[in-house]
């Protein structure tokens, strides 16, 4: 696990500093962190369960919270056409974090790069549909439970069925084609 929760706080402006627009939102955050561990296992000793949006901890909302008092991150909120969002983005006192965490940050460089380069283009809604992909197939391979790519997709749509059983193929198939998925 992260040596310490400076750690875990210091990669919350490292990807949002890194992601092309400068800042992230807040879904993007949870799952960057949640593929950051289960696909790169990176130690952040987060405990991700199935939610309504996907896998969730409110542990990396509490960091979020506790990197904004730091003055490490700020959170401002956006408007968009279908509602509001947060922008995240580094704070004053980012660099601040970044050297006090720079051999965790610089160990795990390559873990952020990719993270945002795999999944950075996808918008909330598909990185919650691919977190829920990977999520089921994770804990089948948790419960050494044999599983097909047809009964992912129909897990997936039991939890989440304002996605199209297709549209799951279609994103299942990606992350089969990047090698992400246990069962591939």
């Known amino acids: 696990m992260a040596d310490s929760n400076e750690e875990r706080l210091a990669l919350i402006p ?9 800042y992230i939102g807040r879904t993007a955050l949870m799952k960057y962190m ?11 000793g987060y405990k991700f369960t199935l939610y309504s ?3 969730f901890d409110s542990d990396v909302l509490a960091d979020l919270a506790s990197a904004e ?25 980012a660099e601040w974090l970044r050297k006090r965490s720079s051999a965790f940050l610089s160990h795990h460089k390559d873990d952020v790069k990719w993270v945002l380069h795999t999944f950075g283009s ?22 050494k439970e044999r599983i097909r790519l047809n009964d992912i997709v129909k897990r997936v749509h039991e939890v989440k ?12 198939n990606r992350l089969i084609k990047e090698k992400l998925l246990a069962y591939a």
Request: overall charge negative; glycine content about 8%.
């Open 122 to 143: 996808y918008t909330s809604a598909e990185l919650e549909l691919l977190a829920t992909i990977v999520f089921v197939d994770r804990e089948a391979q948790q419960k």
């Open 69 to 93: 008092s730091l003055n490490v991150v700020k959170s401002d909120l956006a408007t968009y056409l279908g509602g509001y969002g947060y922008r995240i983005s580094p704070a004053e006192r």
């Open 53 to 55: 949006y996907g896998p």
């Open 34 to 44: 949640y593929f950051l561990q289960v696909l790169r296992n990176v130690p952040l």
């Open 14 to 22: 490292a990807l949002a500093g890194q992601s092309p627009s400068g």
């Open 161 to 172: 069925p304002h996605f199209n059983e297709d549209k799951i193929q279609t994103y299942a």
